[in-house]
């Protein structure tokens, strides 16, 4: 059973520099069957795909979000970890990492419980 979870201040200031780390158990990040993603939700919005980060390292991102985003690892954590530059109160969202399972086209089959991001002075 894969566990994923959130971590990472729920407030973060416009202009500084949103991270948040997702910590895997139950199953390595270096798996060649999954990405590891990130999602976020807006208050009354639908999800929204960030990115993700695949066994290699490698990492993928929205266009939308793009110029904004990285995703990393740290393998000997069995973590990954979201970083979102010069953040706008429109980035207060709920974040969820996932796993996606490549044969099934990207599908999320495990989300973390998610964790609420809030950009206020």
């Known amino acids: 059973q894969v566990q994923l979870v959130e971590s990472g201040p729920g407030l973060v200031k416009p202009s500084q520099t949103l991270s948040l780390t997702c910590t895997a158990s139950g199953g390595s990040i270096t798996t060649n069957s999954y990405y590891w993603s990130w999602i976020r939700q807006p208050p009354g919005k639908g999800l929204e795909w960030m990115g993700a980060?695949?066994?290699?390292?490698?990492?993928y991102y929205s266009t939308s979000l793009k110029s904004r985003t990285s995703i990393s690892r740290d393998t000997s954590k069995n973590q990954f970890t979201l970083q979102l530059s010069s953040v706008t109160p429109e980035d207060t969202a709920v974040y969820y990492c996932?796993?996606?399972?490549?044969?099934?086209?990207?599908?999320?089959?495990?989300w973390g419980k998610g964790t609420l991001v809030t950009v206020s002075s």
């Open positions: 980060i695949i066994y290699t390292g490698s990492a």
């Open positions: 996932a796993r996606a399972v490549v044969i099934l086209g990207g599908a999320m089959d495990y």
